[in-house]
DNA sequence: CATATGTCCTGAGAGC
DNA sequence: TGCTCTCAGGACATAT
């Protein structure tokens, strides 16, 4: 479930192993199939074992950690992963621990990668790497920086369905089922209008709900659903579910006029969006 | 080329 | 109570 909120809270709360350096990497003995972890062993050791942690970054639904060797270390949680500096939620799923060192307090942390289903993975790419994996050819422009304009033009021509378009990390990075359906409510867009029957208005309100929406969920520390999955890097949950609008509150009153919500599916994933606040004809 | 579908995974919850 | 089944959706592989 990780989108962008979710993983921007997870970068800004493992801040504190900037400046510091790794000292010793473990994956922890696992009893189920082991996360793909790339380069492994002793290879993996060979990189990043005596780097140094210089910046964190994200992009769309990754953290990065960068090396004073030009060396990224990729964080990709995918559904259940997390990344923390503190306790995770339980030792059984805990999949790879980075014991750094710092000359500063604090002086030992831990960076920790914990993934319950182990669909999430980590990656050490070099800059040439990182071009091709997660370059412009490759990843969307971010959805916090995404320019009205650059946003319908790389949507509009498609006939896919906005809710469908709006997860195409290719087209813009970031927003995953949650936020896709919350955003389409504050912009009263229908999910399911083809995106070649949108007009410049609505591509103007659907910019402005995603960036809302976006920034009110960073500021509550992302969702966490009913399942606790989700923590911040501190493993404390986040505050943002208790503003959403319509995702997974079917047969609940619409916030703006009351009608109930309905939940659909589009590319077997679940929509939730109200019939009134969002009519698929307009006038 | 664009778009659609299948796949991986665990554990919560439903239904009997 | 305890079993089996379904479902949740990230990214990517494969199919149409």
Same mark, same amino acid.
């Given at each position: 479930?990780?989108?962008? @909120?979710?993983?921007?809270?997870?970068?800004?709360?493992?801040?504190?192993?900037?400046?510091?350096? !790794?000292?010793?990497?473990?994956?922890? #003995? !696992?009893?189920?199939?082991?996360?793909?972890?790339? @380069?492994?062993?002793?290879?993996?050791?060979?990189?990043?074992?005596?780097?140094?942690? !210089?910046?964190?970054?994200?992009?769309?639904?990754?953290?990065?950690?960068?090396?004073?060797?030009?060396?990224?270390?990729?964080?990709?949680?995918?559904?259940?992963?997390?990344?923390?500096?503190? *306790?995770?939620?339980?030792?059984?799923?805990?999949?790879?621990?980075?014991?750094?060192?710092?000359?500063?307090?604090?002086?030992?942390?831990?960076?920790?990668?914990?993934? #319950?289903?182990?669909?999430?993975? =980590? #990656?050490? =790419?070099?800059?040439?790497?990182?071009?091709?994996?997660?370059?412009?050819?490759?990843?969307?422009?971010?959805?916090?920086?995404?320019?009205?304009?650059?946003?319908?033009?790389?949507?509009?021509?498609?006939?896919?369905?906005?809710?469908?378009?709006?997860?195409?990390?290719?087209?813009?990075?970031?927003?995953?089922?949650?936020?896709?359906?919350?955003?389409?409510?504050?912009?009263?867009?229908?999910?399911?209008?083809?995106?070649?029957?949108?007009? *410049? *208005?609505?591509?103007?309100? !659907?910019?402005?709900?995603?960036? *809302?929406?976006?920034?009110?969920?960073?500021?509550?520390?992302?969702?966490?659903?009913?399942?606790?999955?989700?923590?911040?890097?501190?493993?404390?949950?986040?505050?943002?579910?208790?503003?959403?609008?319509?995702?997974?509150?079917?047969?609940?009153?619409?916030?703006?006029?009351?009608?109930?919500? =309905?939940? =659909?599916?589009?590319?077997?994933?679940?929509?939730?969006?109200?019939?009134?606040?969002?009519?698929?004809?307009?006038?």
């Amino acid at each position: 479930m990780p989108e962008l @909120p979710e993983v921007e809270t997870m970068r800004r709360g493992i801040a504190a192993v900037v400046g510091s350096r !790794i000292v010793e990497v473990e994956r922890p #003995r !696992i009893s189920r199939r082991p996360i793909l972890i790339s @380069p492994n062993g002793a290879a993996l050791r060979k990189r990043l074992v005596g780097r140094k942690i !210089i910046e964190t970054d994200r992009l769309g639904k990754r953290v990065v950690v960068r090396l004073d060797s030009g060396d990224s270390i990729i964080f990709e949680p995918r559904m259940t992963g997390l990344v923390l500096i503190t *306790d995770p939620p339980t030792r059984e799923h805990l999949r790879l621990r980075l014991f750094l060192e710092n000359t500063k307090p604090p002086r030992n942390l831990e960076l920790l990668f914990w993934d #319950r289903r182990g669909l999430g993975l =980590v #990656r050490v =790419v070099s800059p040439a790497e990182m071009i091709e994996r997660y370059g412009p050819e490759t990843l969307g422009t971010d959805a916090l920086t995404i320019t009205p304009d650059e946003l319908s033009e790389r949507l509009a021509p498609s006939r896919r369905a906005i809710k469908v378009a709006l997860l195409d990390q290719r087209a813009v990075a970031g927003i995953g089922n949650l936020y896709a359906s919350e955003i389409l409510h504050l912009s009263a867009i229908h999910p399911a209008i083809g995106c070649n029957r949108l007009r *410049d *208005d609505d591509w103007r309100r !659907i910019h402005k709900a995603m960036r *809302d929406v976006l920034t009110k969920a960073i500021r509550y520390e992302g969702s966490t659903l009913s399942d606790g999955t989700y923590r911040n890097a501190l493993n404390k949950e986040g505050g943002y579910q208790n503003h959403h609008r319509v995702y997974d509150r079917a047969g609940e009153p619409c916030p703006g006029c009351k009608t109930e919500i =309905v939940r =659909v599916v589009q590319a077997q994933r679940s929509t939730f969006f109200c019939p009134e606040c969002q009519p698929k004809k307009r006038r």
